[in-house]
């Protein structure tokens, strides 16, 4: 896990330093003598302070098919809310902050009772844009490797990992197992 060097893309709560090396620069925020990153971007670091870059130079306009990654905002009725914040594969930075929805016939291949069996709030997902409407964005995440990269568990906050079942994320902290869509670039 600190094992980070300079440009290495990283996600919200990655530990990208430790206190008594840098200072917590731009995007970033100290927790129990770690750095960690607040946004989705680069990591930039200097002798003393460790930075995050979020995505720059030209801005890219999503298109149908595009890979995106965001943080689940809100559960409501059949559609999640996603806060769009980075493009895959793109250096650039998005050009509208998109808004992006996801509903419950497009998380799973098969049957899904609930969104919460899928996604809680906080969670970080990847998925593939299937409709654009100006700023508002459907996006579908059956695909396996798209889903839930990273999240936390809703009881104590602990990020948490996978287990043998595809379904099922585990807190080592407090040992609660929880459902989700889980992509298989889960991050832990
Ligand atoms: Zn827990």
């Given at each position: 896990m600190m094992d980070i060097e300079h440009g290495d893309f990283v996600m919200p709560g990655d530990v990208i330093g430790v206190s008594e090396q840098y200072l917590p620069g731009d995007w970033t925020y100290e927790d129990g003598g770690y750095i960690k990153?607040?946004?989705?971007?680069?990591?930039?670091?200097?002798?003393?302070?460790?930075?995050?870059?979020?995505?720059?130079?030209?801005?890219?306009?999503?298109?149908?098919?595009?890979?995106?990654?965001?943080?689940?905002?809100?559960?409501?009725?059949?559609?999640?809310?996603?806060?769009?914040?980075?493009?895959?594969?793109?250096?650039?930075?998005l050009a509208l902050p998109y808004s992006g929805a996801i509903h419950v016939s497009q998380v799973k291949k098969g049957y899904l009772e609930k969104l919460t069996d899928a996604f809680r709030i906080g969670d970080i997902v990847e998925g593939k844009v299937i409709k654009i409407m100006g700023n508002n964005i459907d996006i579908n995440t059956e695909d396996p490797e798209h889903g839930v990269l990273k999240a936390m568990c809703s009881r104590c906050r602990n990020f948490m990992v996978p287990t043998n079942n595809k379904d099922i994320l585990y807190c080592e902290q407090c040992n609660r197992k929880e459902k989700r869509k889980i992509s298989l670039n889960y991050d832990y």
């Open positions: 990153a607040a946004i989705i971007g680069n990591v930039s670091a200097n002798r003393h302070e460790i930075t995050i870059i979020p995505k720059t130079t030209v801005p890219v306009v999503l298109k149908v098919d595009n890979i995106v990654v965001g943080q689940i905002t809100d559960i409501k009725g059949q559609r999640t809310m996603v806060d769009v914040q980075a493009f895959i594969d793109s250096s650039r930075e």
